[in-house]
Every structure is written in C-alpha cells, then in structure tokens.
C-alpha cells in the first residue's frame, strides 16, 4: 500500500537555496557537445575527475564530433581515462556519438532542436544513458524544461518526508515538474541548487544546524536522518 507524503514547498526551498548560494551559472561546459560529453563521463565520478578527462579530450584536440566518433575504442578510452569505468564510458561516448553521426549527419545541433517528448527517449534507448544523463543533456544542452533528479535531490527529499524511499526517478522529477512553471532556466538553477545543497550541508552527515532550508523553518524528519536513501 502507497502512503501519501506531504509536497515539498517548493517555492520557500529554492527561495532558501538561492539566498544562500545565489545563482551557480550551470552546465559547466563550453559548448553543447562539451556538456554532452560531460553529461555522460559523470555517471558514477567526481566533476574533478570529468574535468581532467575533459581537459584531456581537448589537449587532444579530439573534442568535437568527428574525432570522438572516428578515433578507435582504446583511444577514446586512453584520452577519457581519468574520468574512470574508462572502456564503460568510452563504448557509451562512442554509442551517442553514432546517433549524431548516424541519424543526424554528425549534426548535433539537429538532435537537441528535437522536442522534449522526442529527445529523451531517444537519448534513453542509447546504450549507457539513463534517465539523469539523458535528462542532463535535454536540460543543460538542449536547453528545454525537463528536472534532474539525483542522489542529492532524493536524500535531501527523503529527509523532509517530502518523498518515499521508493519513488521511482519518474515521480520524484514530477514533484517538480508538476508544480513549477516548464521554465528551462528556473528548472537549470533549481538543480544546480539542490547539488550544492548536497555538497555542502546535506551531506552523508548532515549539517541542519548550519543549512538554509533548517534556517527558513524546513526541519528535517529525525528518523529519516538516521536512514539512508
Ligand atoms: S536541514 Fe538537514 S536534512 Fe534538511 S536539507 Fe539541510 S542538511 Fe539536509
């Protein structure tokens, strides 16, 4: 049986949120295709670790499309190394790659004009891209209003009993997208807030007596800190 959860007030956390850190300026990339590769290469990494790899790629001069889709697997593999799961990652690089190559001409601008309902299914039937990644490059590059949801969005939900601990990725993003205007900026700085609210206070060992949300009246559940999400 379902329990109901209460909604999160969205409005006072992300007032709270942006109060504290102010605007974070996201996807840290340069280009479209940049934030493409680093939307893949940071499944299961830090972001130092997908810089470095990025900083690799592009010493390489091998950060656009046709060096990424022509170089061989172990190249690939050797330039991305330190972003780690290197032959993983490189196989998946190289599996979104093909889509661009294969289906849009090597023209990724044409991929990301594609709507919303078209693109991330199509991005989530690439080999290695699930639901955050895909999401992350609809968002971040192709600049439409989908929400990321990740680990630090579901432990920071979980732990206000705003969500259960077995929402799936689908209805944790609609908490959001249900209740927020489809507005790509907002939902870009939304996620980005979240991330450095989980980097910062709602870490593995939360720190509520200095954390923005605590401050604004937002109490966590005492027994939801003691479980993990
Ligand atoms: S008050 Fe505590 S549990 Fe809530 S977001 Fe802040 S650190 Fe996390």
Redesign the pocket.
Known sequence: MKHSVPSPPLEAVYRALLGEFGPQHWWPGRTRLEICVGAILTQNTAWTNVERAIRSLRHARALNLETLHAAPLAQLAEWIRPAGCFNVKARRLRAFTALVADRFGGELDKLLALPAAELRPMLLAVHGIGPETADNIVLYAAQQPVFVVDAYAR??LH??GWMGLRATYNEVAELFTARLPPDAQLFNEYHALIVA?GKT???PR???DK????AAG???EQRN?KRET
């Not at 954390?211 to 605590?214: F, K, N, S």
């Open positions: 432990r920071f732990r206000h609210l206070y709602c870490r939360p720190l509520c954390c923005p949300l605590a937002m109490k966590p800190l």
